[in-house]
T-cell receptor, first 113, second 113 residues
Framework: ETGVTQSPTHLIKTRGQQVTLRCSSQ?????VSWYQQALGQGPQFIFQ???????GRGNFPPRFSGLQFPNYSSELNVNALELDDSALYLC????????????FGPGTRLLVL | ELKVEQNPLFLSMQEGKNYTIYCNYS?????LYWYRQDPGKSLESLFV?????AVKQEGRLMASLDTKARLSTLHITAAVHDLSATYFC?????????????FGKGTHLIIQP
């Protein structure tokens, strides 16, 4: 069984640029959620994808967008990067309608200069 | 808006001692999760609590859920250094439609020899 993987592990961008982060879900999982974790804080829910559609969204602006592919992998895109976007971005996979936990990937650490 | 509060936020304790971390939340959810995070790492699932009165134990850690009091506890018995980490509780408030987890700020636990 393959766990959740994310790429890249680290990324440095400048303000105004755009970034794409990638996530492969755990084998058999059909739902992917994305979270932003600022230093010293708990993760904050960005959005969730199920059946290639956005299923729910937290309090993040539209410049945060995503995709889910038929193989359940997912991308998080952030446009017009701001300094406050610097954080650890975590992807979590789960099996929808099954009352179990979400399994987190290792994360992508983004630094915006 | 769902709020999840943990206390204490910081805890330094000696090996061999017992202690409890508290997690209060503001909704009627019956899905609560505990995660562990080591510095610079992702989140590791510890417990899934899915009903009132649920109790789960793994090694020196025991978690419980009281949905009427909207309270979960994580009890540490005879702490050892390897348990030093940040512990997060998270609530699934699917009634809001987002299906994302709402995390507390985390409890940073240091266990000293």
């Amino acid at each position: 069984e393959t766990g959740v993987t994310q790429s890249p592990t680290h990324l440095i961008k400048t303000r105004g640029q755009q970034v794409t982060l990638r996530c492969s879900s755990q084998s058999g999982h059909n739902t992917v959620s994305w979270y932003q974790q600022a230093l010293g804080q708990g993760p904050q829910f960005i959005f969730q994808y199920y059946r290639e559609e956005e299923n729910g969204r937290g309090n993040f602006p539209p410049r945060f967008s995503g995709l889910q592919f038929p193989n359940y992998s997912s991308e998080l895109n952030v446009n017009a990067l701001e300094l406050d976007d610097s954080a650890l971005y975590l992807c979590a996979s789960s099996l929808r309608y099954l009352r179990e936990t979400q399994y987190f990937g290792p994360g992508t650490r983004l630094l915006v200069l | 808006e769902l709020k999840v509060e943990q206390n204490p936020l910081f805890l330094s304790m000696q090996e061999g001692k017992n202690y409890t971390i508290y997690c209060n939340y503001s909704t009627t959810s019956d899905r609560l999760y505990w995660y562990r995070q080591d510095p610079g790492k992702s989140l590791e699932s510890l417990f899934v609590l899915l009903s009132n009165g649920a109790v789960k134990q793994e090694g020196r850690l025991m978690a419980s859920l009281d949905t009427k009091a909207r309270l979960s506890t994580l009890h540490i018995t005879a702490a050892v250094h390897d348990l030093s980490a940040t512990y997060f509780c998270a609530v699934d408030d699917s009634g809001g439609g987002a299906d994302g987890l709402t995390f507390g700020k985390g409890t940073h636990l240091i266990i000293q020899p």
